[in-house]
């Protein structure tokens, strides 16, 4: 999604960044994992697809990605960026006739600027890890689909969640992606 090709956001311990091809490589190599491909529900990939996938992901209208770094290990400038790699969120706009609605992997980004006002995670019913940290987070499940074998959990954010939400995220700052690249040494500085 282009809203994000030049958004960072900062936290305590980590910095999310847009998904670029950089990012790929490391992300292919996780995605071999049998182990992430289940609590992911994701089929392995060529790299070419993998490329392709991170195109879709920076072009496409309805999909946001950010990969998320270890700030600490991303600050000291003599890392590359890929190694710093610890993760991903992403969010999938799931309903063109409702653009207030989202499914989504982790919960960071998406009320204030896409004006998402329904988050849904979709989790393979044997996954109780992530159902639990879902439910941890104020989801409720609506439904189980015994043929897709997943469960179906909801956050819909009412004032009351929209200002937990921000008061969970008061510490991140929104700073240009493509300045903080070049003087990332700095972040922890400030």
């Not at 940290?133 to 959990?153: A, I």
Request: glycine share 2%.
């Amino acid at each position: 999604m282009k809203i994000n090709e030049n958004t960072l956001l900062e936290g305590h311990r980590v910095v999310l960044v847009p998904y670029n091809a950089e990012h790929v490589p490391r992300y292919h190599e996780w995605m071999k994992s049998p182990e992430l491909q289940q609590l992911t529900a994701s089929e392995p990939l060529t790299l070419e697809q993998e490329y392709d996938m991170q195109r879709s992901w920076r072009e496409d209208n309805d999909k946001c990605t950010f990969i998320i770094l270890d700030k600490q290990r991303w600050a000291d400038a003599s890392n590359e960026e890929e190694q710093c790699m610890v993760g991903d969120v992403n969010i999938f706009l799931t309903d063109p006739t409702d653009p207030s609605l989202a499914e989504l992997e982790i919960m960071i980004a998406g009320v204030t600027k896409l004006g998402v006002r329904k988050f849904q995670a979709k989790i393979g019913v044997d996954n109780q890890l992530s159902v639990a940290m879902f439910k941890k987070l104020h989801f409720q499940e609506v439904s189980v689909c015994k043929v897709f074998k997943e469960v179906t959990l909801e956050l819909t954010v009412d004032e009351s969640s929209l200002r937990k939400l921000q008061d969970d995220v008061a510490h991140m700052k929104e700073r240009d992606y493509r300045q903080s690249r070049s003087n990332r040494h700095e972040l922890l500085s400030q």
